[in-house]
Structures are given as structure tokens and as C-alpha cells.
């Protein structure tokens, strides 16, 4: 019984390994992959230069956290390239304050003191003989940013939310295609 025991024990612990592996390593990844292109998202939206700052994360993520050689456009000499297609932005009210506009009068008006950015994000990562290696349809990612009410010293916080936001979803992307393989 207890030779038994070991016989199956043994062998479940060799196969159960921790899933760690050393940074920059790229396990995951097809051993085929030394170079990456990130050619520029398309932008399907209406919204300025959201394309830029994602692209931009997604390379520094993936020269952060592996040792490829990651290209800037979709060369002959890349071994896989992401696309990606920001498919909807927009930029809802979600908070509200309420200021008093004249003390005679004693009138009050809401206005919005935050705003919620949301961005979907198509992705599609294909080998050099255009075989889908990852495709991730409708990555949905959410920012909140505050206003000021006082113009004085007003500074404009939506592009740093972009920031924040393309930061955040360039993470979780490089970790999705890094850990699907």
C-alpha cells in the first residue's frame, strides 16, 4: 500500500511545478519569437492621439519584461507583431459638485468634477506566417480624473488619465500574452 502511495505521489510532485520562471524570460512565448514589432495602434475613434500613448506602453512593457528585441513597425525581419485597434473611447461624467454661483441671488449649479475615460482595445499578435499566435477582442479599460473648480490654477487631467490608463492596460496585455503561451 504505501509503495503504492509513493509510486502515484512521487510523480504528481515532479509534475507540479510552482510557475515561476526569472524576469525577462519570455517562457511563454514561442521559441521562435526573438523580435517583436509594435507597429502604432489603429484609432477608430474620434479622440486625439490615444494611440500613441498605448503603442508607447506596450513597447516599454515588453522591453521591461523580456529580453526581445521589440521593432517599432511590421518589418520582414520581425519573428511576430502585435496590432492592435482601439475600437471605442469615451469620456463620461461621474461625479458632480455643486457651487454657488452668486451669493445675492442664491443660485447653485452642479457641475462635473470627475469624469470616467473608458477605452475597447482589439488586439491580435500573429507569427511571421501570419498564424494567430494571441487575439484578445474587446479589452475594456477604465480611468477616472478630476477636475478643479478654480481656473486659476487649472491644469488639464485627462492626458495624464490616458497615461495611467495605457500603463495599466499595456500591464495586463503583456502579462495575457506572456502567460497564454
Not at 512565448?29 to 517583436?36: E, G, M, S, W
Not at 499566435?133 to 490654477?153: G, I, K, M, P, R
Request: glycine content about 4%; overall charge negative.
Amino acid at each position: 500500500m504505501r509503495g503504492t502511495f509513493a509510486l502515484l505521489v512521487i510523480p504528481l510532485l515532479a509534475l507540479s511545478g510552482c510557475g515561476y520562471h526569472t524576469l525577462g524570460s519570455a517562457a511563454h512565448l514561442p521559441d521562435t519569437v526573438h523580435t517583436l514589432a509594435v507597429p502604432i495602434f489603429k484609432n477608430k475613434t474620434q479622440f486625439y492621439h490615444t494611440e500613441v500613448p498605448i503603442t508607447q506602453a506596450v513597447v516599454r512593457e515588453f522591453t521591461d519584461r523580456t529580453r526581445l528585441t521589440v521593432a517599432p513597425d511590421a518589418g520582414d525581419d520581425a519573428d511576430a507583431t502585435v496590432a492592435g485597434t482601439i475600437i471605442s473611447e469615451s469620456v463620461q461624467p461621474l461625479t458632480y459638485r455643486t457651487e454657488t454661483t452668486a451669493v445675492q441671488t442664491g443660485q447653485t449649479t452642479s457641475v462635473t468634477s470627475s469624469f470616467l475615460i473608458t477605452i475597447n482595445v482589439n488586439v491580435l499578435v500573429t507569427d511571421r506566417d501570419q498564424r494567430v499566435l494571441y487575439q484578445h477582442n474587446n479589452y475594456v479599460f477604465h480611468e477616472q480624473f478630476e477636475t478643479t473648480a478654480d481656473l486659476t490654477s487649472f491644469i488639464e487631467e485627462d492626458s495624464p488619465a490616458v497615461q495611467r490608463l495605457s500603463r495599466d492596460f499595456a500591464q495586463a496585455l503583456v502579462s495575457d500574452i506572456l502567460e497564454s503561451f
